[in-house]
């Protein structure tokens, strides 16, 4: 029988120790992460810097041993060969070694995965071409920009055709047009029946690409939700800021709901999309006095800052 | 074993690739050029100059070889991270270790034959000849050592994880390693104590590098050191089992450790 999920964490906790023998120093990176991904699904999960992202990701791929909970790939353990052999694994800003070439470098890649010389030889090429590096394949590494090598970490996630994919923030420090090329690898991947699990805190590009979304903090896990859910709960917003607001229109404000504050003398208010006709005709403000757009959120961002703002508040 | 030979391999080609590693073959050159001047100047024979100062060059490079080979892994490794994508694959750990081995040896085997080439020449420049079955033992027993002391390299690396205290650590080991032999000497001159303890761990944990010296050994003596071997078959099976004994022990120590580091 199939497991019934492709990724499946129990409870994780990790801790990191620092510092030296006199002054250790631990830190919490995850605490009690649980979750579950389906075959076929593409998983999504986001978080400022420093939320535990990458430590769940080295934890669900085997390069971390949790220090309590479990870590499972299609009902293996992540650590075990046979778990291996299923996944991909793109890390943050992939290095290679420099006097290498694109080609033999998937190559080796290729051999420690198993793969027979002539099948293997002809993917390499193939998986080269596809990431646009066709014609740099026998140029040593050193003289690659750093997409060129997040293309070719790319490309040897892939290598070995597997079932499960793990991206750890795929699209920084992508160009347009590099960003463009890893969304239409995703729709393909997904077509194909793949499961992939990407970390980002590029809000926009998950709303956009991803099933179902995570969100963690601080080492916990807020939020998990299929994205369609969240847009439902969670309706766009824009932040709007007020010069000045008197207390007849704080009035008017609260009463459809809405929760201003300020700072540095400027008011500011998070409007719902749908509310924001409403709000300009309630709020009377004085002829020129019309507020400015400081940012607009999707039901993503808007759900993400609301369980931050939760989290924090205790 | 096949996944240790194919990183091994790969590991051979990368270094191999390495401009840090033109700094030996400039070595070796060195070391011919000056067998030639010291055998002009000395009383000795010229041959015996230039058995000795190769043998010297034979051990140096190869110990310099796998140092490098290992200082620039770990520079990879923690710098730039090279490792991730790599212990993800369906790879153990101490197969890692075992390529790092195979890869490190490999190329020393190398530089150590560029070095014999040119030591080879030098005696037919200047009317010698080094090429005998006794000197060829005397090299790959040194290269042996070489393998040795890259698993000592290689604990190292994993233990200390900074490049500096890295090459600090095994370049101790290493001129240690020669003076395994005095320990003994002083191990019978004390009386008891912590001092004999502490002699008695340094003695058990050192590697004994005079057992793969066999150049004061073989009868590489004269002008024309085209002569027989005249030792057992036995004075070759011991440094042969002790280098392989203590390298397992050694790479079981570092896999061990490798397994609980985080990376």
């Not at chain 1, 010389?117 to 050193?142: F, N, S, T, Y």
């Amino acid at each position: 029988m199939s497991p019934a999920f492709a990724i499946e964490v129990i409870e994780v906790q990790k801790r990191y120790k620092s510092g030296d023998f006199w002054h250790p120093i631990k830190s919490q990176a995850l605490r009690g992460v649980s979750l579950q991904v389906r075959a076929g699904e593409v998983y999504g999960l986001v978080g400022v810097n420093g939320a535990g992202k990458t430590t769940l990701m080295k934890v669900m791929t085997g390069l971390l041993r949790p220090d309590q909970g479990r870590s499972l790939v299609f009902g293996l353990s992540a650590s075990s060969m046979e778990a291996r052999a299923r996944f991909g694994y793109l890390p943050e800003l992939p290095s290679f070694p420099k006097y290498l070439s694109a080609r033999e470098v998937l190559d080796f890649y290729g051999r420690l995965q198993g793969m027979p010389d002539k099948p293997r030889r002809a993917r390499v090429a193939e998986m080269l071409g596809w990431v646009g590096l066709a014609e740099a394949l026998d140029k040593p590494i050193r003289e690659y920009s750093k997409g060129m090598q997040q293309r070719v970490g790319l490309a040897q996630a892939l290598l070995h055709d597997p079932e499960l994919v793990f991206l750890d923030e795929p699209i920084s420090g992508l160009d347009p047009l590099g960003i463009k090329q890893m969304r239409d690898l995703f729709l393909r991947l997904k077509s194909q029946g793949k499961t992939i699990f990407f970390n980002s805190h590029i809000l926009s590009e998950v709303e956009r690409l991803c099933d179902r979304v995570g969100l963690m903090h601080r080492g916990r896990m807020l939020l998990q939700a299929p994205v369609a859910d969240l847009a439902s709960r969670h309706a766009s917003t824009v932040t709007l800021a007020f010069r000045s607001l008197g207390p007849a229109q704080r009035r008017a404000l609260k009463a459809l709901r809405l929760a201003p504050s300020q700072e540095n003398r400027v008011w500011t208010v998070a409007v719902p999309n749908a509310q924001l006709a409403q709000v300009l005709a309630k709020v009377k403000l004085p002829h020129g006095a019309a507020p400015t757009v400081i940012s607009a959120n999707s039901p993503l961002e808007t759900a993400f800052i609301e369980a931050v703002r939760a989290e924090e508040a205790g | 074993m096949r996944q240790a030979w194919v990183i091994g391999i790969n590991i051979f080609r990368q270094l191999l690739r390495n401009r840090i590693l033109t700094v030996l073959a400039i070595f070796a050159l060195g070391m011919g050029g000056l067998s030639v001047f010291l055998g002009e100047l000395g009383q000795e024979s010229e041959a015996r100059l230039g058995r000795d100062f190769g043998l010297l060059g034979v051990e140096w490079i190869g110990y310099i070889t796998v140092l490098l080979c290992h200082v620039v892994l770990l520079f990879e490794e923690t710098e730039l991270k090279t490792i991730t994508m790599l212990l993800v694959k369906p790879v153990a750990r101490w197969q890692y270790l075992l390529g790092k081995l195979v890869g490190s040896s490999l190329l020393a085997a190398l530089n150590v034959a560029g070095l014999v080439a040119v030591l080879l020449l030098v005696g037919w420049w200047r009317g010698y000849s080094l090429a005998s079955l006794p000197f060829f033992l005397a090299v790959f027993f040194l290269l042996w050592q070489s393998v040795v002391m890259s698993a000592v390299v290689l604990l190292f690396s994993v233990l200390a994880s900074t490049v500096p205290a890295c090459v600090v650590y095994s370049t101790f080991t290493f001129f240690l390693g020669h003076f395994t032999g005095n320990l003994v000497e002083w191990m019978a001159k004390l009386d008891g104590g912590a001092a004999l303890v502490l002699v008695k761990v340094l003695y058990y944990l050192l590697p004994n590098l005079a057992v793969f010296n066999l150049g004061d050994s073989l009868p590489l003596g004269g002008e024309n050191i085209k002569t027989g071997i005249a030792l057992s078959a036995s004075s070759f099976l011991w440094p042969l089992a002790y280098g392989a004994i203590y390298a397992l022990a050694v790479m079981l120590l570092a896999s061990w450790q490798y397994q609980r580091k985080e990376i």
